[in-house]
């Protein structure tokens, strides 16, 4: 999940694909609540996670886990200091979704800092105790990013991969919410069971972000 209702921000390009209506939300909130396998989790640390997701989810005794970008609290249309405190007072789980909403295939090791280290760190300050787990930005990873999160200590990992997750696994694969979304497409996702073709695939594409390397240095080494 990302963004729900009006914002008062300019959406980066692209960003408008996961921003669902009010209604939509609830829609999915009134599959989930009945299925105790769902689980639900926010990306970017938008306005919206405080202002209209929390009181959602508490109404339906609901649980999710935000992540949040650390190095852009307190921006128009985000979370602030104190949002991130409220949610974690009203127990939900806080993550780090990094620090600017790098790639991190692309980072440097200054970024790499930001992203892996000080975004942890601002994050476990407001919430008062370790963060430990993330989300990968554009779900964009290859085998030194999971390197650098084992590195880090990072306890569990979501990506955008798609499809059902192992709960006990280490890398857990998420469905985006869509713009264009339905309630059949909600169910689907909710209840329904991949085909054995589109497990195939969604194995093959997993397997290949794992063990794939670094992009190319750019020529001079800079990023």
Not at 6 to 30: I, K, N
Not at 170 to 199: C, E, F, I, T, Y
Request: overall charge neutral.
């Amino acid at each position: 999940m990302h963004g729900i209702g009006p914002t008062d921000r300019e959406l980066a390009p692209g960003e408008d694909r996961t921003w669902v209506s009010v209604q939509q939300f609830e829609q999915m909130l009134d599959l989930a609540v009945l299925r105790d396998h769902v689980r639900i989790t926010f990306d970017d640390g938008n306005a919206s996670d405080l202002e209209i997701a929390l009181p959602r989810l508490l109404e339906r005794g609901l649980t999710a886990e935000f992540f949040v970008l650390a190095g852009l609290l307190g921006e128009p249309g985000r979370l602030d200091a104190a949002g991130v405190r409220e949610l974690a007072k009203a127990g939900m789980p806080v993550g780090s979704h990094g620090w600017a909403h790098r790639d991190w295939r692309r980072i440097d090791e200054a970024q790499a800092r930001e992203e892996f280290q000080e975004a942890h760190r601002v994050l476990g300050d407001l919430v008062g105790e370790p963060v430990d787990t993330v989300a990968i930005p554009f779900g964009s990873y290859d085998r030194r990013v999971l390197r650098r999160l084992r590195q880090a200590g990072v306890r569990r990992v979501y990506s955008s991969d798609g499809g059902p997750a192992n709960p006990s696994s280490w890398l857990q694969p998420r469905n985006s919410l869509h713009h264009d979304m339905d309630s059949a497409w909600l169910a689907a996702v909710v209840d329904g069971k991949p085909g054995v073709a589109q497990r195939a695939r969604r194995l093959a594409a997993r397997t290949v972000k794992r063990f794939r390397g670094a992009p190319a240095e750019p020529k001079g080494g800079v990023r």
